[in-house]
């Protein structure tokens, strides 16, 4: 028999991506629902460490929808990767009477709940948050969607003053292991060339391209990249390379960074936070523990934690020849 769930412990870990705060409020409110109560957990596992937890209710989460980051706070936790660090942490959780967690976080997070529940058999459930889109069993995580039309919103500005200046602009994009972002953002911004970590284009490749569209008239190009592309040490590296060879380009720079974090979460993220928050909440009330909710063929779906942590997100094949074509 399942233990019964009284008070759900909710955190925020890693990275932060927009759509963090919806789903905690989908969380609090689905406790609330369901006669539980609902403990949020600061600076993620460091504040479980050290028990910084606060009750929550429905009226604690108003006007968080549209706000990007985290109420709850980030923070990375070197002493919950040690025994004596978890120890602590779930000394203070059985304190505070909390019985099961739910965990917004990308494969960092999911690690540390997977270890914690097998070290304590405490039940948790993960929720994706992160805006690189690289968790195995979900089409979307929390922050990409957003991310996506803050790239494109940027890319569409850069445009007009590469345009204005006959300019070719290298626009470096977050995506450390996976080009999601970079594929999807320059298929929707009209780049030129994507360069992404999955597919190893190439100097020569890369300024074929670049002469083939000064050839047909283009008088300006825009290049997305991923941060983790392999083409080049670093983009500035690759922008010397490629001045070096035409000379005919006025080659310019622009690094996104954390901005692509930022800002206000799209309906698409608020929605998808809301869904996967009661899916998780739900799912802990019917004894489940050890998955990660996420979307599957519009459908929300659950997916074996350590699936999700070793799983590998695939590139989709279809949008790398829509990419060739539409570059024509």
């Not at 909390?98 to 948790?124: C, R, S, Y």
């Amino acid at each position: 028999m399942p233990k019964t769930i009284k008070k759900v412990g909710v955190l925020t870990s890693g990275g932060d991506s927009p759509g963090m705060n919806a789903a905690i409020r989908s969380v609090v409110r689905t406790c609330a629902y369901h006669n539980i109560e609902c403990i949020g957990i600061y600076r993620g596992y460091q504040g479980m460490i050290e028990g910084d937890f606060k009750e929550m209710g429905p009226r604690s989460v108003n006007n968080i929808v549209n706000k990007g980051g985290t109420i709850l706070k980030s923070a990375r936790s070197l002493e919950f990767k040690t025994p004596e660090g978890r120890k602590k942490a779930h000394e203070n959780l059985t304190k505070a009477g909390i019985d099961a967690l739910v965990v917004i976080g990308g494969d960092g997070t999911f690690t540390g709940g997977l270890l914690f529940n097998t070290e304590f058999n405490f039940p948790v459930m993960g929720i994706p948050g992160t805006i690189d889109n690289d968790i195995f069993g979900t089409s979307h995580t929390l922050g990409y969607d957003t991310a996506l039309n803050t790239v494109v919103d940027v890319i569409d500005k850069i445009r007009d003053t590469a345009s204005s200046h006959n300019r070719l602009f290298f626009v470096e994009v977050m995506g450390r292991d996976a080009g999601h972002i970079a594929l999807n953002a320059g298929i929707g911004a009209g780049a030129e060339e994507i360069l992404i970590p999955e597919e190893d284009l190439g100097l020569d490749r890369l300024l074929e391209s670049l002469q083939k569209s000064k050839a047909s008239g283009k008088s300006s190009s825009i290049v997305v990249i991923a941060e983790g592309d392999k083409i080049g040490k670093n983009v500035f590296e690759l922008k010397d390379y490629v001045e070096a060879n035409l000379p005919e380009y006025d080659v310019r720079v622009s690094v996104l960074g954390h901005m692509q974090r930022g800002g206000s979460p799209s309906c698409f993220d608020r929605v998808l936070a809301s869904r996967l928050g009661v899916k998780a909440v739900e799912s802990l009330i019917e004894g489940k523990s050890n998955y990660m909710v996420g979307l599957q063929n519009d459908k929300v779906s659950l997916t074996p934690l350590e699936q999700a942590i070793k799983g590998k997100t695939e590139i989709d094949r279809e949008l790398l020849r829509v990419s060739d074509i539409m570059s024509t």
